[in-house]
């Protein structure tokens, strides 16, 4: 059975708390940027220290690694043409490879004639815009990166247009932001900030850049982790891995309740063929529980 904290009645209508919270792989440094590929129905997720891209098969339960020498990913999304466009620590770029990881290319590593910070989390727009974190996380004394001094005199949010190359700065006021996701039809945009235990929502202006930002919600509880992967639902619930597991709100930012996760929480991702169950990558493991409301599939390919 779920550990769970309920905030609203209405949890019991997004997850089932009497089922046993599944663990799919374990024994890995520490996980991030899980993604589903709904094509190959599978799961590809990065262990950060190892610098290792992994596929799990859930039809055969075989894992794989697809990728060596990651420079120390973090953050997956896929973009149109069902390519990984990936966020690496210890190089400071966005970069992009095939679904196999192979055809690697560099997207963007400077703003300005200077390095970016350690890009984090990635998202990518129906126009193809691609949009991403950059907090300092990846240049601390850490495993999930390399000390290192820091370029840019800012943490922020960037925007980086495939089709002109051009990257553009959209906020640069965060302590250090982590996730990001678009609500249903893309006119806003979620960030969160890990410090400061906050997730905050832009809107989205037609030339991509963002506005009128506020503070949306704030993440509860004392447990391990901060605000990190951040997601929404088919019904644009939004669900957030922060202190202590996974946190669900309701699009007015009405706090749903939390499923405890016993290590640190850090992304997560819609996958199966029904898109019903939620990966968790957390610490050395990734867990699935099962939701009655599916998430977003990211592109039809």
């Known amino acids: 059975m779920l550990e769970v904290i309920k905030s609203s009645n209405k949890f019991a209508d997004l997850v089932d708390e009497n089922q046993?919270?599944?663990?799919?792989?374990?024994?890995?440094?520490?996980?991030?940027?899980?993604?589903?590929?709904?094509?190959e129905q599978s799961l590809i997720f990065n262990d950060i220290p190892a610098s290792k891209t992994y596929r799990w098969d859930p039809s055969g339960k075989k894992l794989s690694v697809?990728?060596?020498?990651?420079?120390?990913?973090?953050?997956?999304?896929?973009?149109?043409?069902?390519?990984?466009?990936?966020?690496?620590h210890a190089t400071s770029r966005i970069a992009r490879t095939d679904i196999n990881g192979n055809h690697y290319e560099v997207l963007a590593s400077h703003?300005?004639?200077?390095?970016?910070?350690?890009?984090?989390?990635?998202?990518?727009?129906?126009?193809?815009?691609?949009?991403?974190?950059?907090?300092?996380?990846?240049?601390?004394?850490?495993?999930?990166?390399?000390?290192?001094?820091?370029?840019?005199?800012?943490?922020?949010?960037?925007?980086?247009?495939?089709?002109?190359?051009?990257?553009?700065?959209?906020?640069?006021?965060?302590?250090?932001?982590?996730?990001?996701?678009?609500?249903?039809?893309?006119?806003?945009?979620?960030?969160?900030?890990?410090?400061?235990?906050?997730?905050?929502?832009?809107?989205?202006?037609?030339?991509g850049t963002l506005e009128n930002g506020r503070l949306w919600a704030e993440t509860r509880d004392e447990g391990v982790g901060l605000p990190d992967g951040l997601k929404i639902d088919s019904e644009e619930n939004v669900y957030c891995c922060a202190q202590g597991g996974l946190h669900i709100f309701n699009k007015s930012g009405e706090y749903i309740g939390i499923v405890r996760i016993p290590e640190q929480a850090a992304n997560f991702t819609w996958g199966d063929e029904d898109l019903r169950s939620i990966y968790i990558a957390a610490t050395s493991s990734i867990y699935k529980i099962r939701t009655r409301v599916p998430g977003l599939k990211l592109f039809d390919y």
């Open 20 to 39: 046993n919270l599944e663990i799919i792989a374990e024994h890995f440094e520490f996980l991030e940027g899980p993604i589903w590929s709904c094509k």
């Open 66 to 88: 697809t990728r060596e020498n990651t420079n120390k990913a973090n953050g997956n999304t896929l973009d149109h043409q069902h390519r990984i466009v990936v966020c690496e």
């Open 111 to 207: 703003y300005e004639g200077k390095e970016l910070n350690s890009p984090n989390d990635v998202v990518v727009k129906s126009d193809e815009s691609i949009y991403f974190t950059d907090p300092k996380f990846g240049r601390n004394p850490s495993k999930v990166g390399i000390e290192r001094e820091q370029e840019l005199s800012f943490q922020g949010v960037f925007m980086f247009a495939p089709r002109t190359q051009k990257l553009t700065l959209l906020m640069d006021d965060f302590e250090n932001p982590n996730g990001l996701c678009f609500s249903k039809d893309e006119k806003q945009l979620y960030v969160n900030d890990s410090p400061r235990r906050h997730i905050r929502i832009f809107d989205v202006i037609d030339d």
